[in-house]
């Protein structure tokens, strides 16, 4: 799998012995929201000024701060999800969950079908992977300008993403605890989330699936910082 060998090659997981469920025996977090409890939303790995780290910078061409910001993200999510991926199985995630939502895999000929968490995975490394290494989608010769195309495949990236970090909180949190990774995972979600609304990068419905999180977080944390970044880009 991309994920996980990106996972163990990267060193990403902490060296703790954490006890497997059972076959059969149910996910983490599938009965019960404790990334919700206070002790866990109030986790960070710093209180930096977010707002600052979403907007575009002066001068800078939006298309080129998405894309840097794409694989960024991609290569963030991708060693949070290596170091749990040992956990993430065909038996112990038969169907890709994310929040309230069992997702299917859409084909490149729009063609649904059910498939475990790990295959929507490495599913989503590919095409992630396929999109930002395309010079004639992605360009990164300052001669070429950014296609139509752009766009939409930038959003289908930051949607493949964001049901990744929701596979990771509604079935993996317990493991995430235990390898003490939430503060990381928190401050990601977070930075993810706020980037994505400031640049209409996923529809409402996504968003609203994961509302009680992103409220329980920031109620959490810090007050958002507004100096002078809060200005609007797109």
Not at 10 to 34: A, C, F, Q, V, W
Not at 142 to 164: E, G, S, V, Y
């Amino acid at each position: 799998m991309v994920f996980q060998a990106v996972g163990k090659l990267l060193g990403y997981r902490k060296h703790k012995t954490i006890k497997k469920d059972s076959p059969g025996k149910k996910t983490s977090g599938e009965n019960e929201k404790i990334y919700l409890e206070p002790r866990y939303t109030a986790a960070r790995v710093v209180d930096a000024d977010i707002l600052m780290l979403v907007a575009l910078p002066k001068g800078l061409n939006v298309e080129e701060w998405l894309a840097s910001n794409a694989s960024a993200f991609y290569n963030h999510v991708s060693l949070l999800y290596g170091s749990i991926s040992e956990f993430c199985t065909i038996s112990s995630c038969p169907s890709m969950k994310a929040w309230a939502t069992q997702i299917q895999w859409t084909d490149e000929k729009g063609r649904k079908r059910k498939c475990s968490a790990p295959q929507y995975a490495d599913y989503a490394a590919s095409i992630i992977q396929k999109i930002l290494t395309d010079e004639d989608l992605v360009p990164t010769k300052q001669c070429k300008d950014f296609p139509k195309t752009f766009q939409p495949a930038i959003q289908k990236t930051f949607r493949l993403l964001f049901h990744l970090l929701g596979h990771i909180y509604t079935c993996h949190f317990k493991t995430v605890v235990q390898l003490e990774l939430h503060p990381h995972l928190n401050t990601l979600y977070l930075h993810f989330l706020l980037f994505c609304a400031e640049f209409h990068l996923l529809d409402s419905k996504e968003l609203a699936s994961s509302e009680d999180l992103t409220t329980a977080l920031i109620q959490s944390g810090p007050s958002p910082k507004t100096s002078g970044a809060q200005s609007k880009n797109t």
